[in-house]
Structures are given as structure tokens and as C-alpha cells.
């Protein structure tokens, strides 16, 4: 059975990861051994520190996270063996037992290793600070003053192992059931059977034919398994529910706030400054709408080229890379050659295969190892974007884990979107300092403003619906397809206003967005990182060669402080709530240059 059919190969077919730098295959006896060194390990955290952390000295300290990292390390490693190989493909046997072995030691690691947090953030305030305030615990002080902040949501100890081993059989094994479903859909499509990813990718096809089957199928196909998807819905959203109730979270997004080191006043900034700004999307699809000549635009023309060249571009594997490698050298030799070792040491994985997950990310693994970046490339231009898109992501794991080790490799989602996102900026910038041809550069001006609309406005409108949904769910109980239905409907008309024409049909599109299962809360995270790029980025322009090294830097630095603390040494202040102004008033800027371009090129459509 194909993934697509193959219109052309791209070159990126063999580009596969390799993953020895963990274990050779799941029969590899190493891999056996270190899940019993891993439960040594454990154990013996636990006889030492289980009931000794109001005795504990700052050195002491120092030693028992020292201890957790060689934990954790272990651990990251097993687990990100068994979560590569399972997102390649997701209905191999061998790869989901993989899984599910390691989801329930991470289990059981957690309930051995979760006394340690209780029992810290149970000390007396004034104990803990002259614990932090002792030179001896620098190195880890800001990881145990951030753990303090859940001290009002903890539950007792016995609480807390029966939630994280329900876990196992409670939401993650939902999460996982939603990746195997969505990723085994099959569509038939001219007579071939394609996947979920090659559907979503015709959805940009220059011929609206095209773009409108692909939207046909996929709307048939998440209507055939409403039932499943509503189900996975409102068990998750109900389990979240139920756990933030009871650790005592103001809202259905507080948790993830904290997670994110991002205040609610600072959140509750950014989603009204780019809600208040709806308009603009409304004024580009006005303008598109008559680029196109269409007399209506429906939701699946959105993302529609121009068309005002004659060919498609269609870039190769070698293209891509090329393109995206000279971009980044453009702006630091540094940055370059580390995105070179993602190529050189097969740590990408590329190609679209049939039962892949769909999507890309980039996973940071641990330190001791190093980050990959996962793709679904076809060869078009949004796929050189989203190969730049995450190896930015892996550059700043890459960066943060050599400098600051493995603490401080997972950082905030904020903060976590911003070098993926900047990576795309100099790409773009890069291609259209290099492009002559004005239709050529108002076609890919267009494309940009989209994307950063895909970016900005389209994830805070996803964060409308994910808060309707929550407190839908928590007040009226369990919901009815029709019911998520329609809260999706009204959150997307209000952001397009009335230059696109949203179909009730569209209504389902809900249903197949991973994040809303996997982590709910983190949409904002992509429209948090865009709008700080975009200030960023207007910094470089400005500074210039003196920008590079304090950006580098900021990368280093990963989550090894509070992300407001680390942006404000390279001039930026995320708790200013006009700050979000500032990002908005650039796409406003590449709005009225597109209009401008357009009405020069093209009078007798403006009449």
C-alpha cells in the first residue's frame, strides 16, 4: 500500500535516521541492560533521599540532582528509541509494544521518584531560600525554584503515583490510540490508496479542483469516524478536567501557563492583542480573493497559490537543503554547521511512507545523545519552510543541551518556538533579497503572510476553541459532535470575518489536531513565538552583526532561567503587554506592501 502515489521523487526517499546512537534494534542486549541499570539506579535515589530532604544541605542537593540527571538521561534514551522508530511507523506490532513498555517504566520511575518534588516543595519557605540562596546549589537553583511554584497543586504522595499509573491506561493510552487512528486513515484518491499527509498537501494544489476533493476527503473521512474522535475528545478534555480540579487550577490553561514560565496576564495579553486584530486577516483574503479572480473564496482555497507564473516550483531533496544551509550561514557560520551535522549524521528522517505519523517536529532526546528532526517532504516550497522550521527547533536543543546539559534541553514551549520560527525568517529573507521578478516576490510575500497568519492568528483562534471546549465540557458535560461542531465554526468565522466563506461541512476539521490531545494549551505557544520573532528579528535588522552572538546565546541558554529573564538581555520585554503590538504591526506592514504590489502589478483587478 503507497503513502502517495509518486508524482516525482524529491531525493529525500533514503533519507532516513540513523538511531544507534541509542541501540542498534529493540533486540540489542544493551537495551535490556540499561532498563535494569535504570531501575538500579531508582532505587537506590530513593534509599537515600526517601525522607531526608528537610535534613538535606545545599551539597547535598547539588549530589541528588546530579543523580536525577543520569536518571533521566537513561530514560530519555530508552523512551526516545521507542517514540522515533514508533512515529515512522505507527502500525508496526513490534514498535507499539515498544511504546507501551516504555510508557509503563516511565511509570513507574515517576512513582518511585515523585516523593523527591513532594518533599521539597513541603520544606518552609524561609528553609528553602537559604537552601537556594547557598552557592553550592547554583548550578540547580533555578530548577529547584521553578519546582516551587507547583507547590499549591501537588497532591499528596499516594495521589500522585495512582494518577501517574492510571496515566498509562487513562490519557496517554488515549493519546496514543488518536496517533494510530489518524495515522492509519486511508482515502482513495484516483484510485490509489494515499495517507492522511499527501490529502492535507493537495489542499495547496494550484487547481481548485484539486483543493477541493482533497477537502472533500478528508471532511468524508473525519464525519466516518466522528464517533471514535468525539469519544477521545470528551475523555480527554473530561480527564483534564477532573486533574485540574483537584490539583486546584484556576482555569483549564493554568497549568499549562506554569509549564510555559508565561504568566496568565502575559497570555491573556497576546490572545486579545492578536484577537483585536482580526481585521488584517479579513483585508488579505479580500485581497486574495481578487488575485484569484474567484467571485467567493471558500475555506479550502486558503491556501491556494497565485498562480502568476505558469509552473509550480518543485524543489529536490539537495534543493532544500541547499537553500536552507545558505540562509543560515547568511546570518552565523556557527548556526550553518550545526545544521549541517543534522544531514551529515542522519539524524533526519524524510521521506512520506504509509503508516508514518503525519506532520513534522523535532525531538530533543537527551544531551548525551543529540536532537532529530522528524518530516513528511513532498518538495514543495512550505516543505524547505518546515525542514527550516525544525532544525531550527533542533539547533537550539543542539546549542542548549552541549552548553547547559540536559536540565535545561526542554525548554518552555514560549520560548521553544522561537528559533524554529526565526530559522524560517531567514530563510524567507534570504529568498526574497536573491528573487527580481515582482510577481514572483508577490507570490512568495503572500505565502509568508499566510504562514504567519497559520502561525499567529489561525493557533490563537485554535486556543479560542480549545478554551470554549474546556469550559463547554466542564459545564454541560459530555458534548455531542454537532456541539464541538460548532464551537469550532464560531471561533474560525471569527477570525475570518467575512472574506472567506466557512462551510458547515468544515466544521469536523477539529477532530484531527493532535495538540489539542497531546498538549492541550499549547497552541498559543506557535502565535507567543511568531510575534516574538518578529520583534526579534527587527532587532537584527537594526544591530546587525553585533545581534548574532547574543541570539546564540539566547539559544545556549535554553530553559536555564525564566524566559522573560533570558529575552530581556537581548532587548526584549514579553511582560510589557504592548510588546505584542509590535509583531502584529509587521504583518500589518507586509499586508499593505502585498496590496501595494498588487494594485501596481495588476490595476484592472482593483477597478
Known amino acids: 500500500m503507497s503513502a502517495a502515489p509518486q508524482e516525482r521523487p ?63 538521561d537513561l530514560r530519555g534514551r530508552l523512551g526516545s528509541f521507542a517514540f522515533l522508530n514508533f512515529s515512522t511507523d505507527t502500525a508496526q506490532p513490534a514498535y507499539q509494544a515498544a511504546v507501551a513498555r516504555v510508557e509503563e517504566l516511565e511509570s513507574r520511575l515517576s512513582q518511585q521518584l515523585v516523593f523527591f518534588d513532594l518533599e521539597w516543595n513541603a520544606l518552609a519557605d524561609e528553609h528553602a531560600k537559604a537552601i537556594l540562596d547557598d552557592p553550592a546549589i547554583a548550578d540547580y537553583r533555578y530548577y529547584l525554584e521553578a519546582e516551587r511554584r507547583y507547590r499549591p497543586h501537588n497532591l499528596s504522595e499516594a495521589e500522585e503515583q495512582i494518577s501517574i499509573e492510571k ?53 468524508d473521512k473525519l464525519r466516518e469516524k466522528q464517533m471514535e474522535l468525539t469519544f477521545i475528545f470528551n475523555t ?19 497549568a499549562r501557563n506554569l509549564s510555559n514560565k508565561a504568566s496568565d496576564e502575559v497570555v491573556e495579553a497576546l490572545v486579545q492583542t492578536v484577537t483585536s486584530n482580526y481585521d488584517l486577516v479579513a483585508r488579505h483574503y479580500h485581497l486574495k480573493r481578487a488575485l484569484l479572480g ?33 540562509a543560515f550561514g547568511n546570518f552565523s557560520r556557527d548556526m550553518q554547521e550545526v545544521a549541517q551535522r543534522f544531514f551529515a549524521g542522519g539524524w533526519i528522517h524524510a521521506p512520506v511512507l504509509p503508516n508514518k505519523r503525519g506532520g513534522a517536529f523535532a525531538a530533543s532526546t537527551v544531551a548525551s545523545a543529540n536532537p532529530f528532526v522528524f518530516l513528511n517532504y513532498l518538495g514543495d516550497a512550505r516543505d524547505i519552510t518546515t525542514l527550516a522550521h525544525e532544525l531550527g527547533h533542533g539547533i537550539h536543543m543542539y546549542l542548549s543541551g552541549q552548553e547547559k546539559g540536559l536540565f535545561a534541553l526542554y525548554t518552555p514551549l514560549t520560548t521553544a518556538e522561537m528559533a524554529s520560527t526565526f530559522a524560517e525568517m531567514l530563510v524567507f529573507q534570504d529568498l526574497m533579497a536573491a528573487e527580481d521578478d515582482p510577481e514572483i516576490k508577490l507570490s512568495m510575500l503572500v505565502e509568508k503572510i499566510e504562514d504567519t497568519f497559520a502561525t499567529v492568528f489561525r493557533q490563537i483562534s485554535m486556543n479560542r476553541f480549545e478554551d470554549k471546549m474546556h469550559n463547554a465540557r466542564r459545564d454541560e458535560g459530555e458534548l455531542t459532535a454537532e456541539r464541538f461542531n460548532c464551537l469550532w465554526l464560531e471561533t474560525q468565522r471569527d477570525m475570518f470575518g467575512d472574506s472567506l466563506t466557512i ?17 492541550p494549551g499549547y497552541v498559543y505557544a506557535y502565535s507567543f513565538g511568531e510575534l516574538l520573532v518578529l520583534a526579534l528579528y527587527k532587532i537584527y535588522q537594526e544591530a546587525g552583526a553585533d545581534f548574532v552572538p547574543r541570539y546564540l546565546e539566547l539559544l545556549a541558554a535554553g530553559d536555564s532561567d525564566y524566559p522573560d529573564r533570558l529575552l530581556a538581555q537581548v532587548g526584549v520585554d514579553i511582560n510589557d503587554p504592548r510588546f505584542w503590538q509590535k509583531g502584529i504591526d509587521v504583518i500589518a506592514e507586509w499586508i499593505e506592501g502585498a496590496q501595494t504590489l498588487a494594485r501596481q502589478l495588476y490595476p484592472d483587478k482593483f477597478a
Open 10 to 72: 524529491t531525493g529525500a526517499e533514503n533519507v532516513i535516521w540513523d538511531l544507534s546512537v541509542f541501540y542498534d534494534s529493540f533486540d540489542d542486549p544493551r537495551l535490556e541492560a540499561d532498563i535494569e541499570r535504570l531501575d538500579g539506579l531508582a532505587e537506590s535515589f530513593q534509599s537515600s533521599w526517601r525522607g531526608q530532604v528537610a535534613q538535606m544541605t545545599a551539597s547535598d542537593f547539588a549530589k541528588a540532582y546530579q543523580q536525577l540527571e543520569a536518571i533521566y
Open 167 to 219: 496515566s498509562v491506561t487513562g490519557s496517554s493510552a488515549w493519546t496514543r490510540f488518536f496517533t494510530q487512528l489518524t495515522s492509519a486513515f486511508r482515502f482513495d484518491w484516483l484510485g490509489e490508496q494515499v495517507n492522511m499527509t499527501f490529502v492535507l498537501n493537495k489542499l495547496r494544489d494550484a487547481d481548485r479542483d484539486i483543493r477541493e476533493m482533497a477537502w472533500r476527503k478528508l471532511t
Open 236 to 254: 480527554l478534555v473530561l480527564d483534564k478536567a477532573n486533574s485540574d480540579r483537584r490539583r486546584g487550577y484556576a482555569s483549564w490553561v493554568s
Open 294 to 326: 474567484y467571485a467567493e473564496l471558500y475555506d479550502y482555497d486558503r491556501y491556494a497559490p497565485l498562480n502568476l507564473k505558469e509552473s509550480e516550483t518543485f524543489y529536490t531533496w539537495a534543493e532544500a537543503r541547499a537553500i536552507v544551509l545558505d
Open 503 to 519: 462551510t458547515d461541512e468544515y466544521g469536523s476539521w477539529w477532530s484531527y489536531v493532535p495538540h489539542f490531545l497531546h498538549t
